[in-house]
């Protein structure tokens, strides 16, 4: 099983709309800007998610998208499954597919066990919990262009001190 970037890019422009208050109407473009996620492939992804009762979409001047919930209640599982479709980690347990081997076949029991746990995972993480902890890749972006910008003879990001450590040109001057 391999989330694909529809998905990816899903989940990031839902982490945009929820660090704003809950309904408020934003413009795919600065969605897009933010995260750094194609306009027209979003575009797409977020009607999905319209279908499926997550966002909803106003039209006309000042359109755009909003949450349709809270971020809360909102799981990664819902998310990856309005824009992919049921998870299934192998043929053998989508089933529309079937396995020419279910009942007794080994393999299959353990692929079932994988995706229950990782359905577990993604259920119980929820858009709150994923916006907590994610920064934007618009900003970082940003960030990385005006520390180049700012540095352009460095070839590579000063790295950040660990807590507890002394940085390395300081240990030098010992």
């Known amino acids: 099983m391999q989330i694909t970037r529809a998905a990816e890019y899903g989940v990031l422009g839902l982490t945009a709309l929820a660090r704003r208050p809950l309904g408020e109407v934003v413009m795919i473009e600065t969605l897009c800007a933010e995260e750094d996620i ?7 992804i977020l009607q999905s998610l319209s279908k499926a009762g997550i966002v ?3 039209r006309g001047s000042g ?4 949450l349709a919930r809270n971020p809360s209640e909102v799981t990664a599982l819902e998310i990856i499954e309005a824009i992919e479709g049921p998870i299934s980690l192998q043929r053998c347990l989508d089933e529309d597919l079937g396995c020419e081997h279910s009942g007794g076949c080994a393999l299959c029991s353990l692929f079932a066990e994988a995706q229950e746990r990782v359905k577990e995972v993604f259920s119980r993480t929820t858009l709150a919990d994923l916006t ?19 540095h352009p003879a460095t070839p590579h990001p000063t790295p950040l001190p660990v807590a507890g450590r002394i940085p390395l040109e300081a240990e030098s001057t010992r």
């Open 63 to 66: 359109g755009g998208f909003s």
């Open 38 to 44: 194609p306009n027209s492939f979003l575009g797409k």
């Open 56 to 58: 909803k979409s106003a």
């Open 132 to 150: 907590g902890r994610h920064i934007p890749n618009g900003l970082v972006r940003q960030a990385r262009s005006r520390a180049s910008d700012a």
